[in-house]
């Protein structure tokens, strides 16, 4: 079996495609270009092409699925009423599929659910990345912050960080949000 | 407890009307709390809908009856209780093209850069390089439209010239790559392909059809049945916003709304061209106010004439070279909610027209029509090749056209 995953984002690309590559007698090919992508689909010539939600180029390959001639089998979306389930659960994943005619259901369904898992893993190793990010971000604020006030005011650093927390605490925030605005008022006061 | 409603669109100048619903309070007002939720392909704006991730959505008219009648898909009844807009499309050529067709920095005639253009293309076709277009889906007012210009100036759309979808957010790049020769899209992306140099604009949608549907506000049927309440509240937000938005008063703020990252993440200065019917047509030229360009508002715009949707039926039947079923035709009529938008505001200030189907194309000058209350005067809903629309007969107008 053929399967086709367009994905702009080259690392998703290649975490479903790591995926799929423990399935037995599939093919994968990956395209992350949006220039060709037409012209590459026809050539790859699949029995399974992969999408992501997001990406723009969605409407002109289902145009090119609905009209062409170009390739030898009809695709449609999978769109099997009995499979309503599945595509909800692919649509939910962020991932919409198109397929060969005549492609048995039995053989569709394990790509789909795992297509849709690693998605979904996908999804979470970024939301794990962003969060990671945003600590990080933080951390940096309140060191930031600290130095201020330590500079500014003499405070010793543990001095330093129990004005930040009890400012925080008086005003119902968080300790991170205090160093931001820390930070943003001595850089409006022309410090650096 | 206000009502939680999802509506799907993409970055475009014209999903401004939800967009402004609730940025300035007006579905709160209505005991609505509006979500949006932005993507980009139509694919995924109707997935979203048809899967729950949306209730309405901001559509392209024609896609609305192209899924209820099962093109590309099993057929889910959608319903459309109000329309977003008229026009608010160009046609943008590369400028090499553009310049056999008009004047750089001025809009071409629709007949004589028609008739220019059947000289282009035939060229084309004899030297094996067909011209191609580019529009943002099949079902798709602007496809309807630019085949509607083509074969009224005598270029048969699939024969004489190709016509493809380019994505919205790649159609300066195609312009630029001369992937296609000329596209027509919404804005801002006509006014980007302009500023980078890739093209310039040729023609207005409204030049073709002076009065035609673009978007809609389209939701499941089923939901309208369930929801009937919140659709009617969230028709009278929108119409607060659709006035809001033609008045000059607050264009600069709805620029800088609309450019923001959450929505258009566009240009303001670009935006507020579209907003106020001002285009830059070709780099390093001037400003050229086309009344009428976008048509959000006035003449009871957001009325869904039943007539519309048959006229876009007919087009739909038209370039899939079939026949008008009388069977289908009922079920894309039915799309139309007249009757959803007048029971949402009866007794306001709005204009309720009395009908809820006109002949499109007949009116060649002003007219005062009758309305629940009162009157209310139309200007030209023509046609550039004065063609009549009378939905009573729908195969006989097929069959007229080219």
């Not at chain 1, 690392?11 to 949006?34: H, Q, Y």
Request: charged share 25%.
């Amino acid at each position: 079996m053929r399967i086709a995953i367009v994905d702009e984002s080259a690392s998703r690309a290649a975490v479903i495609g790591e995926g799929l590559a423990a399935l037995d007698d599939c093919e994968l090919f990956v395209v992350t270009e949006r220039r060709a992508l037409v012209a590459r689909i026809a050539e790859i010539d699949p029995d399974i092409v992969l999408m992501d939600l997001g990406n723009p180029s969605r409407d002109v390959l289902e145009e090119y699925f609905a009209v062409s001639r170009a390739l030898a089998r009809p695709i449609a979306m999978f769109v099997d009423e009995s499979d309503d389930e599945a595509i909800a659960a692919s649509i939910d994943a962020g991932v919409s599929s198109y397929v060969v005619d005549g492609l048995a259901a039995h053989r569709i369904r394990p790509i789909l659910d795992l297509a849709v898992k690693r998605f979904n893993a996908f999804a979470r190793l970024q939301a794990d990345l962003a969060e990671a990010k945003g600590q990080l971000a933080e951390r940096e604020a309140i060191d930031k912050a600290k130095r201020i006030l330590m500079d500014s005011r003499g405070f010793s650093e543990p001095q330093a960080y129990a004005e930040l927390r009890r400012t925080a605490m008086n005003q119902g925030r968080r300790i991170a949000e205090i160093a931001e605005a820390v930070v943003t008022a001595h850089q409006l006061m022309g410090g650096k | 407890m206000s009502s939680e409603l999802t509506v799907g669109f993409l970055p475009l100048v014209d999903a401004c009307l939800p967009i402004l619903a609730r940025e300035h309070g007006f579905a709160e007002a209505e005991g609505l709390s509006l979500r949006l939720v932005k993507d980009m392909s139509w694919a995924t704006v109707l997935d979203r809908l048809l899967y729950g991730h949306s209730d309405a959505a901001h559509m392209v008219a024609p896609l609305a009856i192209a899924t209820t009648l099962g093109r590309g898909r099993p057929a889910q009844p959608l319903s459309v209780p109000f329309v977003l807009g008229l026009n608010g499309n160009a046609v943008t050529m590369r400028p090499d093209l553009a310049r056999r067709l008009t004047t750089p920095g001025h809009l071409a005639d629709p007949v004589a850069a028609g008739a220019a253009l059947r000289v282009v293309a035939q060229e084309r076709r004899e030297a094996g390089n067909p011209l191609r277009f580019g529009v943002v889906h099949r079902h798709s007012s602007h496809n309807y439209m630019l085949r509607y210009w083509l074969a009224g100036c005598g270029i048969r759309p699939d024969h004489d010239v190709e016509i493809t979808t380019v994505a919205p957010p790649f159609c300066a790049d195609a312009l630029e790559a001369g992937e296609v020769d000329a596209i027509c899209v919404g804005e801002p992306w006509n006014s980007v392909a302009v500023e980078r140099g890739a093209g310039e604009i040729v023609l207005m949608t409204a030049q073709i059809w002076r009065r035609g549907v673009e978007k809609v506000l389209a939701m499941k049927e089923r939901l309208l049945l369930e929801r009937r309440e919140d659709v009617e509240a969230l028709v009278r937000a929108l119409v607060r916003a659709a006035r809001h938005f033609v008045d000059p008063e607050h264009w600069d703020e709805n620029a800088a709304i609309l450019a923001r990252s959450e929505y258009l993440d566009g240009d303001p200065v670009l935006i507020r061209r579209a907003i106020s019917d001002r285009l830059l047509l070709a780099r390093g030229g001037e400003i050229v106010p086309f009344p009428d360009f976008m048509f959000q508002y006035r003449e009871a715009a957001n009325f869904p004439w039943v007539s519309q949707a048959e006229w876009l039926y007919t087009q739909m039947v038209r370039w899939e070279h079939g026949t008008i079923d009388s069977e289908e035709a009922r079920k894309a009529a039915r799309v139309f909610r007249p009757d959803v938008y007048r029971s949402a505001l009866i007794g306001s200030t709005e204009p309720l027209p009395g009908a809820s189907s006109k002949v499109e194309g007949s009116l060649a000058g002003t007219t005062v029509v009758g309305t629940q209350q009162g009157r209310m005067t139309l200007e030209s809903n023509q046609f550039f090749d004065g063609g009549v629309f009378d939905p009573a007969d729908l195969a006989g107008y097929l069959a007229r056209l080219p």
